[in-house]
């Protein structure tokens, strides 16, 4: 497949973590470490995700300030609006300047009940509204044992996508269930390979352009001390992090991957 330069994201999925004046707190701070150590933000980007009440304060202070740090919300209503109580359209995510929003964590599926005709939704209506959607995919221990690693996610993607069109942009996330949150990160071999097979998806349903440059990140319990073996894999290209996104110190230098490659 075509190589095409793909600029790594450093994603934080700080779940239901962190209120509006923490937010604002972290994202200055955030700013700061990356500016000292002179992250070069064209060559990585960084972007963060946090709970819909943050986002007006983020995104201010990113305005204010013109930081560069990008910023999405963790899920997104599939309608447009309308007598949906509780749900988040994404033109009101457009209007807060968001780039991204995360559709799919095995959270929303497993606790939420979201289907992948769901997520395939939810992704048409974020990507009708000019955002990326960010579409997590992953398997469970049990889908591991009995359907090998690539299985699900593969027919998981290959779902997401019926809607997209094929200039859309778009970012996959893989995560296998049993490493988020475990400490039990996959191998960096086992993320490549399921990424490969990913990409491989995209090229199916949307052409090898939309695969090569299409960026896939992994995520499940990643953390500054095993980034680097993740990022030197050809089809992985960032990280998805949740845990180790909500120390400062900790997700500037994940962002920073490139100064420990040999960590
Ligand atoms: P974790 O979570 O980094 O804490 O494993 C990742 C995620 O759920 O996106």
Redesign the pocket.
């Known amino acids: 497949m075509a190589e095409l330069a793909r600029v790594p994201l450093i994603a934080g ?1 700080w779940k239901m973590n962190l209120d509006h004046l923490q937010s604002i707190a972290f994202v200055q701070k955030l700013a700061w470490s990356l500016k000292d150590a002179r992250h070069d933000f064209a060559a990585v980007e960084v972007a963060v995700f946090p709970p819909f009440t943050d986002l007006r304060s983020v995104q201010t202070l990113v305005a204010a300030d013109k930081l560069p740090i990008g910023y999405g919300a963790q899920d997104v209503s599939e309608h447009a609006s309308g007598a949906f109580t509780g749900e988040i359209a994404a033109s009101f995510l457009a209007q807060l300047d968001c780039r991204y929003v995360i559709i799919g ?1 095995s959270e929303r599926r497993t606790l939420h009940g979201e289907t992948d005709e769901v997520v395939a939704a939810k992704s048409v209506a974020a990507s009708a509204a000019g955002l990326v959607p960010l579409i997590c995919v992953g398997e469970t221990a049990e889908d591991l044992e009995t359907h090998g690693a690539s299985a699900v996610p593969v027919s998981q993607l290959a779902i997401a996508l019926e809607g997209l069109q094929k200039n859309a942009d778009f970012v996959v996330a893989y ?1 296998p269930v049993w ?3 475990s400490g039990q990160a996959a191998t960096p071999e086992q993320a490549q390979q399921v990424a490969a097979a990913l990409r491989a998806v995209i090229a199916e349903k949307l052409g090898d352009e939309a695969a090569a440059r299409t960026r896939i990140l992994y ?4 953390k500054a001390e095993n980034i680097a073996g993740f990022m030197r894999q050809p089809d992985v290209d960032g990280a ?5 996104s909500l120390d400062v110190d900790g997700f500037s230098s994940i962002a920073r991957y490139q100064k420990h490659v040999g960590v």
Do not use: D, P, Q, T
């Open positions: 999925n964590h995560e490493a988020i949150g995520g499940g319990s990643v998805l992090v949740g845990g180790a």
